[in-house]
C-alpha cells in the first residue's frame, strides 16, 4: 500500500513540475511574441530603416 501512495506521489510531483515548464514556456513565447510585434511595427514605421533595406 505505502507504494502504491509513493507512485501517486512521484507521478503528481512530476505532473507538477511539467505543468510548471509548460507554464515558463509559454510566457517565454509570449515575451517573444511581443518583441517580435513590436519590432514588426517599427519596421512598418520605418523606424529602423537598417531593417527595411534588408542589411
Given at each position: 500500500?505505502?507504494?502504491?501512495?509513493?507512485a501517486y506521489m512521484v507521478i503528481?510531483?512530476?505532473?507538477?513540475?511539467?505543468?510548471?515548464?509548460?507554464?515558463?514556456?509559454?510566457?517565454?513565447?509570449q515575451r517573444e511574441i511581443a518583441a517580435l510585434?513590436?519590432?514588426?511595427?517599427?519596421?512598418?514605421?520605418?523606424?529602423?530603416?537598417?531593417?527595411?533595406?534588408?542589411?
Amino acid at each position: 500500500m505505502i507504494y502504491m501512495v509513493l507512485a501517486y506521489m512521484v507521478i503528481w510531483a512530476a505532473v507538477f513540475v511539467f505543468l510548471l515548464s509548460m507554464i515558463q514556456r509559454q510566457a517565454h513565447l509570449q515575451r517573444e511574441i511581443a518583441a517580435l510585434k513590436e519590432l514588426a511595427q517599427e519596421r512598418e514605421a520605418g523606424r529602423c530603416p537598417e531593417l527595411v533595406e534588408g542589411r
